[in-house]
């Protein structure tokens, strides 16, 4: 199973940038797929999930009413919809995904996934 994740890039504050992460087999279609990310020096932090079944949305507290997470479970594919991005929103973005359907208070525990995707570098300049 791989998991593939695109859109990131260098933008500057305040913008907008779309990731999307398109799993290569329908394994998670009642799992859990989401974002974590990886700044330098720092550990890695969970930005969003989604479980499919039901469609419930998770954020972490830094991204909370900035970022939007969603998916199409026929095209395998979860998005990221990130606005008014900060400097602080830099690092690597990786996806992650579980056949698991998560409960609530371990979708942000990065362990509880079982694929991950290489990531994406996302930049924003102040």
């Known amino acids: 199973v791989q998991l593939q994740a695109s859109g990131g890039g260098l933008v500057q504050a305040r913008e907008s940038l779309r990731l999307s992460c398109q799993a290569s087999?329908?394994?998670?279609?009642?799992?859990?797929m989401g974002w974590f990310r990886q700044a330098p020096g720092k550990e890695r932090e969970f930005v969003s999930s989604i479980r499919w079944s039901g469609g419930s949305t998770f954020y972490g507290d830094s991204v909370k009413g900035r970022f939007i997470i969603s998916g199409d479970n026929a095209k395998r594919t979860v998005y990221l919809q990130m606005s008014s991005l900060k400097p602080e929103d830099t690092g690597v973005y990786y996806c992650?995904?579980?056949?698991?359907?998560?409960?609530?208070?371990?979708?942000?525990?990065?362990?509880?996934?079982?694929?991950w995707g290489l990531g994406t570098q996302v930049t924003v300049s102040s």
């Open positions: 992650a995904a579980t056949s698991k359907r998560l409960i609530n208070t371990a979708v942000d525990i990065a362990r509880m996934y079982d694929y």
């Open positions: 087999e329908r394994t998670f279609s009642r799992g859990t």
